[in-house]
Structure formats: C-alpha cells, structure tokens
C-alpha cells in the first residue's frame, strides 16, 4: 500500500509539471519575423510561431511534438537551434500563399506540367483546386 501511495505521489507530480503550458508571446524580435506572426512559443530553443488567427492550444501541441521529436535525438535538436530553424503553423482558414515566405508564390495554370493528377482536377466550379 505504502509503495502504491508513492507511485500515485510520483505520478500526480510528474503529471502537474507536464500539464504547465509554456508561455506564449509575441515571436522574439532576434528573429526579425514578418508583422504576420504574432505568437510565439519556444521547444528548447526552436521557436514555433504563428498569426493570430491559429489558437495556443495549437502552439502548445506543436511545442510538444517537436520536444518529443527531438528527445531521443538531442544532437538533432541542438543541431536545429544552431541552424536558425523555426516551425510556422497555419491556422485552419490560412493558405500557403498567406504566409510571408510564400506571398510571392504564383498559382500555376491548370496545364503546368508540374502538377499532378490531382492538381489537375477542376473543383465544382470549374476552376483548378
């Protein structure tokens, strides 16, 4: 019983620092982002950042599958802070061509030979998907 009680001691300890969300601010001005990105979270030194349509929930998911991605890996991660890379959400309603690395991006033409079968396909109304 007493070994029982200390394992629900431990379990309720480490759930209490796991559930503490890590702060979310506006992205570090070091990065010098685009005025799009409006939030910020850190993953041990990767910032993961977003617009203000994408909800911190989201950044605090991202936040933890790229610590648990790195985990095993920590050459990795140190490799990517020392890098300069970054992780970009999009919120639900945004499009590749919102974000500020991709505005100058042109939409192809339905018979681009790049495309594939799929790209190809007219949505319902008639114009390329």
């Known amino acids: 019983m007493k070994r029982a009680s200390s394992l629900l001691v431990a379990a309720g300890a480490l759930a ?3 559930g503490k969300p890590a702060p979310i601010g506006a992205p ?6 685009d005025p799009f990105y409006v939030k910020s979270v850190d993953a041990n030194g990767i910032p993961i950042s977003s617009s203000g349509a994408v909800p911190d929930a989201a950044l605090q998911v991202a936040r933890r599958m790229m610590v648990a991605m790195v985990a095993r890996r920590p050459d990795i991660g140190r490799e990517l802070v020392r890098a300069g890379q970054r992780v970009m959400i999009m919120g639900v309603d945004e499009q590749t061509l919102d974000v500020p690395e991709q505005r100058d991006w042109k939409k192809p033409a339905i018979d681009d030979p790049r495309l594939t079968r799929c790209e190809r396909k007219p949505t319902t109304n008639g114009s390329a998907g």
């Open 28 to 33: 570090p001005a070091a990065l010098k982002l």
């Open 16 to 18: 209490s620092c796991a």
